[in-house]
């Protein structure tokens, strides 16, 4: 079993820089891939990024490239997606989700799933 909490959403401007984290429980962190995810209002939850065990392996929606990166300290049992040079589109409440081993761009094959951070870009 593996709770997830996401913390630092807030509000920024277009342009803007935010640090989101995602603290797990439970053991063996680093047997989990993990995903960050968003859904904007009326909107299906979409892929953002992903990340294998080991922080070796990354995945990216390519309206984020360049501009996200996740990253993941097994250490501490949390994993992180820094967003820079936000745009209004990326408003959406983001979660982070965990599955066992592989890293996948599919909502429907992560187990868990935090409680999501709501991320509004607007000036």
């Known amino acids: 079993q593996v709770q997830l909490v996401e913390s630092g959403g807030g509000l920024v401007q277009p342009g803007g820089s935010l640090r989101l984290s995602c603290a797990a429980s439970?053991?063996?962190?680093?047997?989990?891939?993990m995903g960050w995810f968003r859904q904007a209002p009326g909107k299906e939850r979409v892929f953002v990024a992903s990340?294998?065990?080991?922080?070796?392996?990354?995945y990216y929606v390519d309206s984020v490239k360049g501009r996200f990166t996740i990253s993941r300290d097994n250490a501490k049992n949390t994993v992180y997606l820094q967003m820079s040079s936000l745009k209004p589109e990326d408003t959406a409440v983001y979660y982070c989700a965990a599955r066992w081993k592989l890293t996948t761009t599919l909502p429907s094959t992560y187990n868990y799933w935090g409680q999501g951070t709501q991320v509004t870009v607007s000036s």
């Open positions: 990340i294998s065990g080991s922080g070796g392996t990354t």
């Open positions: 439970g053991r063996a962190f680093s047997d989990y891939a």
